[in-house]
């Protein structure tokens, strides 16, 4: 029996590849997204695997019709304005959107019967430099898991890591593989924010995308970070990446950022032991994969 499945912000990096990998595994999928900073050209795959895309913001009144239309079991959420800088520009879009709109999600949801949501969130509620983004993703954490134990409606909430591969832009401040690889296939500057040191764990998009499916079916109530649970630094992924490239440039060097996590890893057991997932691709892999899809190698 066919199953059904709405992606909020569907026509973004990961979104994208969710919904693909959903339609792959039979599923039929609607994706709902603004479009602000997802891009329909994300969905042209899908589209042609009988994924329905439509164009909601999901703090309009239009995405109760949408939801109902679509009468999902599972609605996988991640739309978000999740660029850091972008929320310290306009914090009451941030919050309109990461935490209004998570109500307004979840509430659709429910009323159209879904089975379970998977709320896609961020490391950034830790609150390490206590940013407008990370206190949005935080209080939307907050506010799914209080509302979860007084509705059917099962919940999951997953924390990735440093995200990355094809389809991904150097436009946020987790995205340091797309901006370094975009600016070597470009021949343009690089620039290296403080020493070098800061640490990152970097998961490829596909494994990602496979917890999510996972999570679906098999966690409720739970909260789980993904990741290798490798701690790689910013210097070393720079060398991996001129092996890989062929680049032989230096990079220029800036001040730190101002917050900028020190040291970042996650403990991928919980999400190993409860989904029985386990990431399948390493970072050497996963940047050859996203090197030949920025050049037109495959």
């Not at 206590?130 to 059917?152: C, I, N, Q, V, W």
């Not at 990355?164 to 370094?180: C, F, I, K, L, N």
């Not at 210097?235 to 800036?254: A, D, E, N």
Request: hydrophobic share 40%; proline share 5%.
């Amino acid at each position: 029996m066919t199953r059904r499945a709405v992606v909020t912000g569907g026509a973004g990096f990961i979104g994208s590849h969710l919904c693909e990998a959903l339609a792959d595994a039979g599923w039929k999928v609607v994706s709902l997204d603004d479009c602000s900073t997802g891009s329909p050209a994300n969905l042209e795959r899908a589209r042609s695997q009988g994924v329905q895309t439509l164009e909601v913001d999901i703090t309009a009144p239009e995405l109760a019709a949408a939801m109902s239309e679509a009468r999902p079991q599972v609605v996988f959420h991640l739309a978000a304005v999740s660029s850091v800088t972008a929320c310290a520009r306009d914090p009451e879009r941030c919050l309109a959107v990461n935490l209004e709109g998570t109500a307004r999600v979840w509430e659709a949801a429910s009323r159209c019967g879904a089975d379970a949501m998977v709320n896609v969130s961020s490391l950034a509620v830790h609150g390490a430099s206590d940013d407008a983004y990370g206190r949005s993703k935080r209080a939307a954490e907050t506010f799914l898991t209080r509302r979860a134990p007084s509705e059917r409606m099962r919940l999951v909430t997953l924390r990735p890591a440093n995200v990355y591969g094809p389809r991904q832009h150097g436009d946020g401040e987790s995205a340091v593989v797309a901006t370094w690889l975009g600016a070597m296939a470009r021949g343009e500057p690089l620039f290296l924010d403080g020493d070098g040191r800061q640490t990152r764990d970097f998961l490829y998009v596909d494994d990602a995308v496979a917890a999510m499916v996972l999570a679906a079916d098999q966690a409720h109530g739970h909260t789980l970070e993904l990741g290798r649970g490798v701690e790689t630094s910013l210097g070393s992924l720079l060398q991996t990446m001129s092996q890989k490239t062929g680049w032989r440039g230096r990079p220029s060097r800036r001040p730190a950022r101002p917050g900028d996590i020190r040291r970042s890893v996650v403990d991928p057991r919980p999400a190993i032991d409860l989904l029985g997932w386990e990431p399948q691709t390493g970072l050497d892999e996963g940047l050859r994969l996203t090197w030949e899809w920025l050049t037109g190698g495959v």
